[in-house]
């Protein structure tokens, strides 16, 4: 699944304050559980259950908080740029101040990693991180994620193979 499947305009947030990781993940979980009609203390405590694993703190001040849920049917993403950064424990232990949550079915082993490794191919793109630091609003933010998606790109350049000894 591409970031344009994962991700609707609605859920991208500019701005969001939060003081700790905890809370963070607690107020997220939230903003999740009301649009995907959800308990919130289920979906925080699944991803708290997952960062205690280790920290999805990924460094760059980035982080992808993750979990698989039973109740889904297909993968669920919020992009969050936060106003004052917030300690993650990431692997460079700096600060995050762009959080992409992503919200996994449990039925499937394999789309959901797809998903989750899209996720990651995104934020690794400093052209995107640039974008999404840069947003002047919720809408930005979203077209920022989704406006150069993998999948588009891949339709755009033809892929060309040769063939030995070919003229």
Do not use: W, Y
């Not at 919130?40 to 405590?45: L, M, T, Y």
């Amino acid at each position: 699944m591409d970031t344009t499947d994962l991700l609707m305009p609605a859920h991208a947030l500019i701005n969001v304050r939060a003081t700790d990781k905890t809370t963070l993940i607690q107020d997220l979980a939230a903003r999740a559980a009301a649009a995907l009609d959800l308990s919130a203390d289920r979906i925080s405590a699944e991803l708290l259950k997952r960062e205690a694993l280790g920290s999805t703190g990924t460094g760059g001040a980035i982080a992808i908080p993750h979990a698989r849920m039973p109740e889904l049917k297909k993968p669920f993403g919020m992009v969050v740029r936060l106003q004052n950064p917030v300690d993650f424990n990431a692997i460079d232990r700096n600060p995050v101040d762009i959080v992409f949550l992503v919200l996994l079915p449990a039925s499937s082993q394999t789309d959901p990693l797809n998903t989750l490794a899209s996720v990651v191919r995104k934020l690794r793109d400093p052209g995107t991180i640039r974008r999404l630091r840069s947003a002047a609003d919720a809408s930005e933010l979203h077209r920022a994620v989704v406006g150069s998606s993998d999948a588009k790109l891949s339709r755009q350049v033809p892929i060309v193979t040769l063939r030995e000894n070919q003229p």
